[in-house]
């Protein structure tokens, strides 16, 4: 699950990036705010990468794909770029849960096989 994860992280860090390039032609917000948000998402989204197998990581990424929606407030393409990355955080999370317990089993059976 892990390293699905981090993928989808690490494509919103960029993702957040270039959002934040296209909130700064926006004349009403000002480049200071617009790089604080972004730098800040933009470091949790890295930090998230190493804390998606811990307690609460999952959802703390969870959390980061609601701001990414709701980003799109500001940059409306954000909208779609945010429901994107939300639906691969679900396959992420899902699909690696389950390639980790087919691990699990492969690695129980050549343990009993051996044991014989």
């Known amino acids: 699950m892990r390293t699905l994860c981090a993928s989808t992280l690490i494509g919103e860090f960029f993702i957040i990036g270039f959002a934040g390039l296209v ?13 604080t948000v972004c730098g800040v998402a933009m470091l949790l989204s890295v930090l ?16 980061l794909q609601i701001l990414l929606v ?9 909208f ?11 396959a992420s999370v899902h699909f690696g849960r389950r390639i980790d317990e087919a691990k699990r089993r492969f690695v129980a059976g050549e343990q009993s096989s051996g044991a014989v």
């Open 80 to 90: 779609f770029l945010g429901l994107c990355f939300a639906g691969l955080w679900w």
């Open 70 to 78: 709701l980003s799109g407030f500001f940059v409306p393409l954000m």
């Open 23 to 35: 909130a700064m032609k926006d004349p009403d917000l000002s480049s200071g705010l617009v790089w």
């Open 48 to 63: 998230l990468c190493g804390m998606v197998t811990r307690p609460g990581g999952v959802q703390l990424g969870w959390a």
